[in-house]
């Protein structure tokens, strides 16, 4: 299995909403905070409830987001977007966080203990069969039980991550 970072130029319409943020341009005349990063996953839908994901996991829910045109058709096929972020100040948004559909609203329990998993970043898989490359969301309890499952089957049950080192913290 390669465990990649994030330098692939491709947009899945499966699973949640993910944005991964690749810098921050500043702030707009009206309030908003402008970020460029790259659109990863999921479709896009105005006015859906959306999170900013900081490193450690801690999520802060966003009261609004809007995401600009692309600027022609080969940003638009490799993700490359605009998202304009309003509520937080330019130095609350920070290059590798996450914006993503919210999920807190159903986290999944641990498999082990049955406390509440905190969700810790995605990884870029490889899938076994066929070589395809997707994301992973990484789980932990507060008893450090790690897990993982497919970003864009999150219906599926969880696997034990073998690589606990992954869960930014
Ligand atoms: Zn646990």
Redesign the pocket.
């Known amino acids: 299995m390669a465990l990649d970072s994030y330098g692939e130029p491709a947009v899945r319409d499966q699973g949640p909403f993910q944005f991964l943020i690749k810098g921050v341009s500043g702030a707009t005349p009206d309030g908003g905070v402008r970020v460029f990063g790259h659109h990863r996953a999921g479709v896009w839908k105005d006015q859906q409830p959306l999170e900013l994901v900081y490193r450690d996991g801690v999520t802060h829910r966003l009261e609004r987001v809007d995401m600009e045109p692309p600027l022609n058709e080969v940003c638009a096929s490799r993700g490359q977007r605009v998202l304009v972020i309003y509520g937080l100040r330019v130095e609350q948004v920070h290059r590798n966080h996450w914006v993503r559909a919210t999920l807190s609203d159903c986290s999944p329990a641990?498999?082990?203990?049955?406390?509440p998993?905190k969700f810790g970043g995605f990884v870029l898989s490889q899938r076994e069969e066929g070589g395809e490359r997707s994301c992973r969301a990484l789980w932990r309890?507060?008893?450090?039980?790690v897990w993982w499952n497919w970003a864009d089957c999150p219906d599926q049950p969880l696997e034990m991550c073998p690589h606990p080192e992954l869960f930014r913290c």
């Not at 641990?110 to 406390?115: F, I, K, T, V, Y």
């Not at 309890?141 to 039980?145: G, L, S």
Request: glycine share 0%; hydrophobic share 10%.
């Open positions: 641990c498999p082990d203990c049955d406390r998993l309890c507060e008893q450090r039980h």
